[in-house]
Every structure is written in structure tokens, then in C-alpha cells.
DNA sequence: CCGGATCCTAATGGATACTG
DNA sequence: CAGTATCCATTAGGATCCGG
């Protein structure tokens, strides 16, 4: 009867999906491969640190892949991976939720 | 073409979602309504602090009802409302995709 | 039984300036 | 272009003791 002991892994996926911009962040990515850049055009008000930051946390959670070609200048392109691809559900159960229950006025 | 201004239902719903224990709480309380003391004995990891904080945010976001029934002692039970109640799909998602794809060894 | 009050630490994230 | 580095304010959350 130990609930914290019992789901050890909703715990785990709530530490990913929970930090800000994440879920934004992969829906952005959801749309196919992205640039740094072109991330942050979708997502304005989210810092060039914190982007870096999320990228990170995501790349080490093989939630996407990095890729680098090296042109130039350098292009680096944003991937996601099939256990990204697989938050979609996830996400769009969120948003369907916060859509039908939180008001508008944040 | 800006995610964080035409989603912002999604990111407030994250920011209920995202802390530590809600999403368990919840899950206890989608047996039925329970006690201060129920809720504790399914998820002992937390303190009593944290909890009575979730059970505030909660109720001030309306996702539960507290009952306070005088008898002596007191008897104080939570009960999830609609909108805390239509959350068992949601956590049902992440709780999928984290059996799915998140180790065990946390 | 059901918390409240206080204290303290670590994590989070925003702003800004700078770099290969 | 794709980040780093630094600084700082806020928040999260654990421990402990207190009270109706």
C-alpha cells in the first residue's frame, strides 16, 4: 500500500514532462526535426538559457537526438526519438484537460 | 506562431500536475474519498507539510472538496470533484508511457 | 486526528552579457 | 547560429515542533 514505492516511474515521467517549457518544447518537435532557433521563434518568452538547459535534460533522457552537420555554418537539428514521439498522447491528454477545466484569465 | 502564448492551458495545467505528489494524490483519491491519515498511509514518503500544501492547492483548484463532518474527534474527508476525476486519464497517460519507457533502477 | 508554524536547503528559472 | 557564463530572485520541499 505504498503508492510512492508502487510507481516509482509516473514519479520519474512527472520529473521530465513537469519542468517548464518541456511539454511546449516537444510539441514544437512534434512538427519534425527544428533548429535551435527555430525552437525559440515558437517559444518567445522561454530564455536562450533554459532552452539549452530543457535540450539537455532531453537529449540525456533520449527523449531526442542532436544532430550535427557540419556546414557552414554548422547546422545542428533537433530530433526527436520514438520515446519523444510517444509523449504525444500524453501531451494532448494534458492540453485536452487544461482546455476543458483551467480558465483563461492566468 | 508563439507556443507560449496559445497554450497557456497546457502550462498552467503542468503547473498542477507537475509537483511532487500531486499526481499520486490524486490516484489514492480516485478510490474514493479518503482521510488526512488514508492518504498518508498509501504515499509515506511524504510529509505532513507537503501534504496538507497539495491538499491546499488542490482544493483552491478546485480538483478536490474537503468535508469536515463535527463529530468528535473530527472527521475531515477529501473527495475528488469532476475536474479532479477527469485527471485519471490524463495520469493514466503518463503513467503508461512511463511504464513504457523510464528504467526501474531510480 | 488534522493539520499549522517555523526554519532551512536545494532546485528552478529569469536576465544579461559574452563566445567559437 | 548555437550556445556559455554569471548573477540573482523565487519556489519547492524536507525536518521538526506546536496546537485545537
Redesign the pocket.
Known amino acids: 500500500m505504498d503508492l510512492s514505492q508502487m510507481c516509482p516511474k509516473y514519479e520519474s515521467a512527472v520529473?521530465i514532462l513537469?519542468?517548464?517549457?518541456t511539454g511546449l518544447i516537444v510539441r514544437v518537435l512534434l512538427g519534425g526535426p527544428k533548429?535551435?532557433?527555430?525552437i525559440?521563434e515558437q517559444i518567445p518568452?522561454?530564455?536562450?538559457?533554459?532552452?539549452?538547459?530543457?535540450?539537455?535534460e532531453l537529449e540525456n533522457n533520449q527523449l531526442l537526438k542532436?544532430h550535427v552537420y557540419p556546414e557552414t555554418?554548422?547546422?545542428?537539428?533537433?530530433e526527436l526519438t520514438e520515446k519523444g514521439r510517444d509523449l504525444e498522447p500524453v501531451i494532448a491528454a494534458i492540453q485536452d484537460w487544461g482546455e476543458k477545466w483551467m480558465s483563461t484569465d492566468v
Do not use: A, H, N, Q
Open positions: 520529473e513537469g519542468k517548464k517549457w533548429r535551435f532557433k527555430e525559440k518568452d522561454m530564455s536562450d538559457r533554459i532552452l539549452t538547459e530543457r535540450m539537455k542532436r555554418p554548422v547546422l545542428i537539428e533537433y
